[in-house]
T-cell receptor, first 112, second 112 residues
């Protein structure tokens, strides 16, 4: 059974800092991994989708990497801003199915 | 495009009442899923569908029913509401296996 862990559970940084959020998983037989952002009381917004054949994906100040062999993905946020404050979730499929398994998220606070 | 639309946004039920949470998508996505999000538990899969007429159970299916008569709609029925079903419910859809998911904005349900 796929298990997903996100460390740290919470992170507080000053504005402008570069930061890394971590996601680890137990079953490396995946075909993709998706990073989401969730603002308080809101739904999930997809940030990046990495296919198993890819090593990384970039969107603006965000860069996500995937290392299947070690069961890890990282989300790098450059030059953080207060508007980046949110909970970040990673999700990947259970086995070869469409059943997504989520980590419990990292709550990020960027202080002005 | 409206994406994934969930209604209602908020609902209060009495124990034993039944109701249907609506989910509709206009992206011609084959895959649709229902998740619940609880503090400390993260997001857990309730039911999912890989196409019209095809549904299957997720991690926490008890107390919920689904059907998929059209590609666009995937309603979630609570048969007899219990306080343990107090949660935030999210519907999600995907075009195909590995294409990544789009989430609705959620329904916040309270059972008293």
């Amino acid at each position: 059974k796929q298990e997903v862990t996100q460390i740290p559970a919470a992170l507080s940084v000053p504005e402008g800092e570069n930061l890394v959020l971590n996601c680890s998983f137990t079953d490396s037989a995946i075909y993709n991994l998706q990073w989401f952002r969730q603002d308080p009381g809101k739904g999930l917004t997809s940030l990046l989708l990495i296919q198993s054949s890819q090593r990384e994906q970039t969107s603006g100040r965000l860069n996500a990497s995937l290392d299947k062999s070690s069961g890890r993905s990282t989300l790098y946020i450059a030059a953080s801003q207060p508007g980046d404050s949110a909970t970040y979730l990673c999700a990947l499929p259970q086995g070869g199915s469409e059943k997504l398994v989520f980590g419990k998220g990292t709550k990020l606070t960027v202080n002005p | 495009n409206a994406g994934v639309t969930q209604t209602p946004k908020f609902q209060v039920l009495k124990t034993g009442q039944s109701m249907t949470l609506q989910c509709a998508q206009d992206m011609n996505h084959e895959y649709m899923s229902w998740y619940r999000q609880d503090p400390g538990m993260g997001l857990r899969l309730i039911h999912y569908s890989v196409g019209a007429g095809i549904t299957d159970q997720g991690e926490v299916p008890n107390g919920y029913n689904v059907s998929r008569s059209t590609t666009e709609d995937f309603p979630l029925r609570l048969l007899s509401a219990a306080p343990s079903q107090t949660s935030v419910y999210f519907c999600a859809s995907s075009y195909t296996l590995g294409a990544g998911y789009t989430f609705g904005s959620g329904t916040r349900l309270t059972v008293v």
